[in-house]
């Protein structure tokens, strides 16, 4: 009978130690390491019902009669934000577009508040698996807030005011922190769940942490590099090294 409950005990902690294995390998990247998970909920009953209630309270104590219960809008805009993705010490903001479509819109800055974890650029990935990536899938063109050539990066799901991208269930996206190329967060959107009708949308992302990529550069140069244009909210922050090599050529003339 107790070698039967040790043979017992000792399957047990087999099937333990492979499920835990097995988990472990399912969690990690080939190249890049662990798989990250995070997931947002966004709760429109609740937001809905705390406009209303501001509103109802201030109509009622107000001296003035500004029946502020008239204006308040319980219908979601599309997009409608929420609470913000959370990736590490970052957040990413996400807002649904079409539940039969499973899409979303995602946006390059939080709308409701300025925060510098919270602003990006985001390229294109053609893998379905974030296994399937590899170094030189990072190497894509990046987009920020208002970049004119965000249309021919994302084609139509570039949103018109040019703020956000719009993402569906099973796709993987690129983004990095506005001037930070380190590290590139390689998303994939999973599951996405609910509508405004129900009044709960959740979503639920993988994603791992990449280097940066350096890209092949020439030691020596006929003329100025080209101009990179990094855009933080509505203004236009030129960054060129066109500086650097007039200085070079200047500091030439001067040693002959």
């Not at 047990?12 to 130690?17: K, Y």
């Not at 021919?152 to 703020?163: E, I, L």
């Not at 129900?198 to 020596?220: F, H, R, S």
């Amino acid at each position: 009978m107790r070698s039967k409950s040790l043979v017992a005990g000792f399957l047990a902690a087999a099937v333990l130690l492979l499920a835990a294995t097995l988990w472990s390998v399912s969690s990690q990247h080939t190249e890049f390491g662990r798989i990250h998970h995070s997931a947002v909920t966004h709760d429109y009953t609740v937001r809905q019902s705390r406009a209303a209630k501001v509103a109802e309270w201030v109509d009622q104590h107000s001296p003035l009669r500004l029946n502020l219960c008239r204006h308040v809008d319980l219908t979601p805009h599309d997009p409608h934000w929420n609470d913000p993705i959370i990736l590490g010490t970052n957040q990413l903001c996400w807002g649904l577009n079409s539940p039969a479509e499973k899409t979303g819109w995602l946006s390059f800055s939080l709308l409701n508040e300025f925060s510098t974890n919270g602003v990006w650029e985001f390229a294109p990935c053609s893998r379905h698996k974030l296994r399937d990536v590899r170094r030189e899938d990072l190497n894509s063109t990046f987009v920020g807030i208002g970049d004119p050539h965000g249309p021919t990066v994302f084609g139509t799901n570039w949103a018109a005011n040019s703020r956000a991208v719009r993402v569906r269930q099973g796709q993987i996206i690129l983004a990095r922190r506005v001037g930070q190329p380190a590290p590139t967060y390689v998303i994939l959107f999973g599951r996405q769940t609910g509508s405004m009708e129900t009044g709960k949308v959740a979503l639920q992302i993988e994603y791992i942490l990449a280097p940066a990529v350096q890209a092949n550069q020439a030691l020596e140069h006929n003329g100025p590099c080209p101009v990179r244009s990094l855009r933080l909210g509505s203004s236009d922050v030129l960054f060129s090294c066109s500086y650097f090599w007039v200085i070079r050529r200047a500091v030439a003339q001067l040693v002959r």
